[in-house]
């Protein structure tokens, strides 16, 4: 059985939109002047363990838009990998081994496979769902030292708790705490 990971980018007030400098947002690039080797390196080694890259629509678009002309060890992994798409209005996809799927039995079909962990990045909507469908085995928060002070949230308001259990936390030298959580 797979396990799947969300993996985000997010600023201490929980905001997660536009960290690479998406247009038409407020705050677009935030990440940009934290980023250092160190938190590569941790990307890279997340993304390398992956089997599977899950995403939503609009994350799709932005990574098809830049991996495939990216080259590296991390950009040939994702190119060549396993992708599923959630979406109800993208039909298809021409980006190598990527299939678009509309709803979450293909996730849970996903999970029940052998294999290396699926992995989620950005995705907000999707991530949403896949906690209120219970579908979320842990959660890597890599959480900047900043207050946006606006901007969609990570975690949109809730009915229902959800315990998580701290797997493991530590600070690098640019102040980008790394947070892993189970979800109990």
Known sequence: MR????????????????????????????????????????????????????????????????????????????????????????????????????????IRAAKEEDGGPILVAGSRTLVAALLDAGLVDQLNLQVFPLLLGSGMRLFPDRSELTRLELLSSRSIANGVLLQSYGVA
């Open 3 to 106: 396990t799947l990971i969300v993996t985000e980018f997010v600023s201490l007030d929980g905001v997660m939109e536009a960290p690479g400098g998406e247009p038409g947002y407020a705050h677009a690039g935030w990440v940009g002047p934290l980023f250092s080797d160190e938190l590569g390196a941790y990307k890279q080694e997340e993304q390398l363990a992956a089997d599977v890259l899950l995403l939503g629509r609009r994350t799709y678009e932005s990574f098809y838009g830049a991996w495939p002309h990216r080259e590296g060890e991390m950009a040939e992994k994702i190119n060549t990998m396993r992708k599923l798409v959630v979406s109800t209005t993208l039909g298809s996809s021409d980006w190598q081994d990527t299939t678009v799927v509309t709803g979450l039995d293909a």
